[in-house]
């Protein structure tokens, strides 16, 4: 079985900046697509970014773009997301997600590893 676990979550102003780590274990990290998500309460769970089994290919959501960024270290088994210019409206649970069997994935159903989840807070 798949393992992740995400920290680096916590409060930040807005405006802020933020870096959410992902560790994974239990598989060969670097042969699989990674992802990030997001669920804020009482809200569906949304797409936040994808990296490909090299780190060579990202997507992002347009109303993303440019403050987030997606990286992976495959020697440590690990995704980043580093977050800037936050909003209050990025307040959520981020989960970090593993695709098995695509090169990169930026829709929910492809992903069938997920982590437990960090809180992200930021303040107005």
């Known amino acids: 079985q798949v393992q992740l676990v995400e920290s680096g979550g916590g409060l930040v102003q807005a405006g802020g900046s933020l870096r959410l780590s992902c560790a994974a274990s239990g598989r060969t990290f670097r042969i699989y697509a990674m992802g990030w998500f997001r669920q804020a309460p009482g809200k569906e769970r949304e797409f936040v970014a994808a990296?490909?089994?090299?780190?060579?290919?990202?997507y992002y959501p347009d109303s993303l773009k440019g403050r987030f960024t997606i990286s992976r270290d495959n020697a440590k088994n690990t995704v980043y997301l580093q977050m800037n210019s936050l909003k209050p409206e990025d307040t959520a649970v981020y989960y970090c997600a593993l695709a098995p069997r695509v090169t990169i994935a930026t829709t929910r159903i492809l992903y069938d590893y997920w982590g437990q989840g960090t809180q992200v807070t930021v303040s107005s």
């Open positions: 990296i490909s089994r090299s780190g060579s290919n990202t």
